[in-house]
């Protein structure tokens, strides 16, 4: 069946540490996308990307890396810059264009600094 | 700039009691309302996709509606498996295909 993986489901970070979030799809889907859940607030933007190899930042990338090498794959590194990275972390992908079911998202990672 | 406010914030309800969720937007041309629902620690599922002021659509006990400022949630005789939370948002201007999503409205509905 298709979807989007996401790994690891839970992880947890160190002070100071970078951690790479994984996100693969076999939806055939070109454009992929970050966000951030925080209780109480809505899904916030981090990074999108419409094609290989371009990216763009969305509303909160500051602390936040990501790479688009591969049509299937877009993984998001929290570096140590992001003072705040405990968060649910999901990934979604969408058909280019004005796609009928807007995303796919999968089944999230939640981080958490120790 | 591009909004979306759900309410309320969370909902009680009893099973068999009729409600709605309303979502409120600012969005400079409207290219597509969406709705979601999501469980707790997993990711949102998609519900509807709404296009035009005047349409609905059903699913189940769920049927979602459009105005020009808002769409609205109607959940009729709800059952406990009906609790999550449910997510509204809207289409950005351009060809971002990028989603501006509300702050959710978490629905509990009690046997």
């Known amino acids: 069946d298709g979807g989007i993986t996401q790994s690891p489901k839970y992880l947890f970070r160190k002070e100071g540490q970078n951690v790479t979030l994984s996100c693969e799809q076999n939806l055939n889907h070109d454009a992929m996308y970050w966000y951030r859940q925080d209780p109480g607030q809505g899904l916030r933007l981090i990074y999108y990307?419409?094609?290989?190899?371009?990216?763009q930042k969305g509303d909160i990338a500051e602390g936040y890396s990501v790479s688009r090498e591969k049509k299937e794959s877009f993984p998001l590194t929290v570096t140590s810059a992001q003072k705040n990275p405990t968060a649910f972390y999901l990934c979604?992908?969408?058909?280019?264009?004005?796609?009928?079911?807007?995303?796919?998202f999968g089944s999230g990672t939640r981080l958490t600094v120790v | 700039e591009d909004q979306v406010t759900q309410s309320p914030e969370a909902l009680r309800l009893q099973e068999g009691e009729s409600s709605s969720l309303n979502c409120s937007y600012t969005?400079?041309?409207?290219?597509?309302l969406f709705w979601y629902r999501q469980d707790p620690g997993k990711g949102p599922e998609f519900l509807f996709t709404l296009y035009s002021a005047g349409e609905e659509k059903e699913k189940e006990r769920l049927k979602a509606t459009l105005t020009k400022k808002e769409s609205f949630l109607h959940i009729t005789a709800p059952k406990p498996e009906d609790s999550a939370t449910y997510l509204c948002?809207?289409?950005?201007?351009?060809?971002?295909?990028?989603?501006?999503f509300g702050q959710g409205t978490t629905l509990q509905v009690k046997p």
């Open positions: 969005v400079s041309g409207l290219r597509g």
């Open positions: 948002a809207v289409r950005e201007a351009g060809n971002t295909g990028k989603l501006i």
């Open positions: 990307s419409q094609i290989v190899n371009d990216f």
């Open positions: 979604a992908s969408s058909i280019a264009g004005n796609s009928l079911y807007g995303y796919t």
